[in-house]
Nanobody, 119 residues
Framework: VQLVESGGGLVQPGGSLRLSCAAS????????MGWYRRAPGKERELVAT???????NYADSVKGRFTISRDNAKNTVHLQMNGLKPEDTAVYYC??????????????WGQGTQVTVSS
């Protein structure tokens, strides 16, 4: 599975950005996709996920501001980010996974896209 992100950039506080992730390869094996981020000096953290059944999950820090969606026809996942804050500044990574059991899964990652929120 190959993942290619787009849509990052520089935005002022309160602004919006839309990230996209195009997936290719063994797509039939994918159970879910999502977005993670890593801010400078911090661990990578989950931002939002969406399963093949369209169940979504969000980090508390982005609930009400970010929306994850998927376009199955285009094999693409989007992350609409509104009300951006400086603390949202990070490299955002697209993730896809294949779950083999309740405790085993294989993850695939994109190369990352930089999001900077600053005035």
């Amino acid at each position: 599975v190959q993942l290619v992100e787009s849509g990052g950039g520089l935005v002022q506080p309160g602004g919006s950005l839309r990230l996209s992730c195009a997936a290719s390869g063994r797509l039939f094996s994918i159970n879910g996709m999502g977005w993670y981020r890593r801010a400078p000096g911090k661990e990578r953290e989950l931002v939002a996920t969406i399963t093949s059944g369209s169940t979504t999950n969000y980090a508390d820090s982005v609930k009400g501001r970010f929306t994850i969606s998927r376009d199955n026809a285009k094999n693409t996942v989007h992350l609409q980010m509104n009300g951006l804050k400086p603390e949202d500044t990070a490299v955002y990574y697209c993730n896809a996974y294949t779950r083999y059991s309740s405790y085993s899964r294989e993850d695939y990652w994109g190369q990352g896209t930089q999001v900077t929120v600053s005035s």
